[in-house]
């Protein structure tokens, strides 16, 4: 008898056709959900005669409550090494196995310097303008040779932000909480304190991880430090930054503006004000997704799932 598996959130519809999935074939039958099932009950009734689930990143969160919800769940694969959306510890009680695959670093970095360039060279209402006929510029670009790029973490993809940042020609500063200037040094950027790096840099780019150390780390306070024409960005995750804080700071002009591709909730609600104010360049939430990387995700989910059924899970979380 064949195991059941359901993919989740796959928006664009292109889970089956990034890896060979016939190779599970008389092993395993497939199903591929597009649209996202933000409804528990309404997943658990998705899911409740499954074994296997492939979810996508953090978009559908399996905690406690839903894995128990789930007797017949065995095995839930999730993409990247990393999901703080999933319970690990209650998958481990009620005997689910997780695996991960491997992620690369450089899209979300991409994704990163495309929101900067967007908003300082006011791409979208340039290119509205466009065409919709519209008026023939009626904007002034702000240059990045030259300014403050301010780095709030200093890992993977820190790193990579701060070596494109000096290639434009920006002087880079980052502080993260146990950075040293030894290691900031060898890539030509200044560590300075989190007070110094908010109130000089003219651009602010989050590339911390999520703990219970970085939650709120951007808070009222440390918006009402930054420069009046300064460009907050956060491809990390939402709740670094005090979301109704972020608002209110963009409301009032008090920043100059906002490129995010993480939201608290997601998808983001029809009339959040994040969809319309002005002095945002939001994306949904596209840092890693990139053929390479999907193409990796399901290749490996599926060698996952043909490494649990031969008894031997690989890339267990």
């Known amino acids: 008898m064949s195991l059941r ?19 599970l074939d008389g092993q395993v039958d497939v199903t ?25 990143r953090e978009r559908t969160p399996f905690p406690a409550e839903l894995i128990a919800r789930l007797p017949e769940l065995e095995l839930l ?17 009620h005997g689910v196995t997780v695996c991960g695959t491997a992620s690369t670093s450089t899209p979300p970095a991409e994704l990163t310097w495309a929101l900067i360039l967007g ?10 303008a466009l065409r919709t006929n519209g008026p023939w510029q009626s904007t002034v670009g702000t240059g990045l040779a030259g300014r403050t790029l301010g780095l709030i973490g200093f890992g993977k993809i820190g790193v990579q932000m701060a070596r494109i940042g000096r290639a434009f020609g920006m002087d880079v500063a980052a502080w993260s909480a146990n950075l040293t200037a030894e290691r900031t040094a060898a890539e030509g950027v200044r560590l300075v304190t989190k007070g110094e790096l908010l109130s000089r840099s003219d651009v602010v780019s989050i590339h911390v991880v999520l703990s219970d150390r970085t939650r709120g780390l951007i808070g009222a306070g440390e918006l009402a430090l930054m420069r009046p024409e300064a460009l ?19 409301r009032d002009n008090r920043i100059g503006g906002a490129g995010l591709d993480v939201f608290d909730q997601e998808p983001l609600p029809a009339g959040h004000p994040l969809r319309s104010l002005p002095n945002v ?6 840092g890693y997704v990139t053929d390479g990387n999907y193409r990796t995700y399901f290749r490996e989910a599926v060698e996952n799932i ?5 008894g031997t899970p690989t890339r267990v979380l």
């Open 119 to 128: 908003l300082a060279r006011h791409l979208v209402p340039e290119s509205t």
């Open 77 to 93: 694969i999730t993409s990247g090494m990393r999901n703080a959306a999933i319970d690990l510890a209650a998958a481990a009680e």
């Open 232 to 250: 907050l960005i956060n491809t990390s995750r939402a709740a670094i930054v005090d979301q109704q804080a972020l608002v209110e700071a963009l």
């Open 281 to 286: 360049l939001a994306t949904p939430h596209l």
């Open 5 to 23: 598996c359901a993919i989740l959130d796959d928006y664009q519809g292109v889970a089956l056709g990034m890896a060979d999935w016939s190779v």
């Open 306 to 310: 043909q490494a649990y059924l031969a």
């Open 32 to 56: 591929v959900h597009r649209e996202h099932i933000a409804d528990q009950d309404a997943l658990v009734d998705a899911l409740r005669d499954k074994q296997i689930v492939v979810i996508m």
